[in-house]
Each structure stands twice: as C-alpha cells, then as structure tokens.
C-alpha cells in the first residue's frame, strides 16, 4: 500500500491531536501515564525505551519500527526523517517517533533521504 505525503501529513496531525485528547483525559481523570521500561533482549544497542510512555512506544509499534531492516536498501540511515546522533552513541533519531533508532532499522514511513 503507498501512501502519499499528504496522506501520512494527515495521519500524524489526527494522531497527534487524539493522543493529546487521550492525555487530556487521563490527566483530568487523576491517572498518570506511566512510563515503561521496555528493553528486547535481542543485543540492539538502541533497545532502551525506559524513558517512553507508553504512548510514545505504540507510536513506534503503529509505525511498525524495526531495528533491522528487511530491505538493505531502506534503512533509517538513509531515510529523511532519521537524524545521526552528535555524540558517540550509534543510536540516531527520528522526526516520527520518540527514542532510539538504530540506523539499521526501518519503518512503514521510510522515505529516501534528499540528495
């Protein structure tokens, strides 16, 4: 299934704008959001989710964020949304989502990196 920018630009702003009312909701009801410490067993240098929500880790999940790629060719390092980390750490950004991303990895909104 492709999806078009405009189509994906959409998507992010309904998802924003729900999971703003759904911490809304929760903050009015007296709920915290619990943070989660959620970390694979698998060796990934960039598996450290402790500082999410839980939230922030379905994002992840709904986008279907992999730490290695299926496609060698499609990687978050060569991705428009990825950005490298400024110190020694291999785990880099993404414009998406919240936490570590391996520049191995990949997700369902990988888009090629501008020349």
């Given at each position: ?19 703003s ?8 009801c ?7 410490s ?22 992840r ?11 060698k060719?499609?990687t ?9 980390s400024?110190?020694?750490?291999i785990?880099?950004t993404?414009?998406?989502f ?6 191995n ?5 990988w ?5």
């Open positions: 299934m492709k999806i078009t920018r405009a189509d994906f630009i959409k998507k992010i702003f309904f998802g924003t704008i729900s999971m009312g759904i911490s809304a909701f929760a903050i009015s007296g709920g915290k959001e619990e943070k989660q959620v970390q694979k067993e698998n060796g990934d240098p960039c598996d450290d989710l402790s500082g999410l929500s839980k939230a922030e880790i379905e994002m999940s709904d986008l279907e964020y992999v730490p290695v790629s299926p496609d060719n499609k978050c390092l060569n991705c428009e949304y990825y950005h490298v400024q110190n020694e750490n785990c880099g993404c414009d998406l919240k936490g570590p991303v391996n520049p990895g990949y997700c369902s909104q888009y090629i990196k501008a020349a």
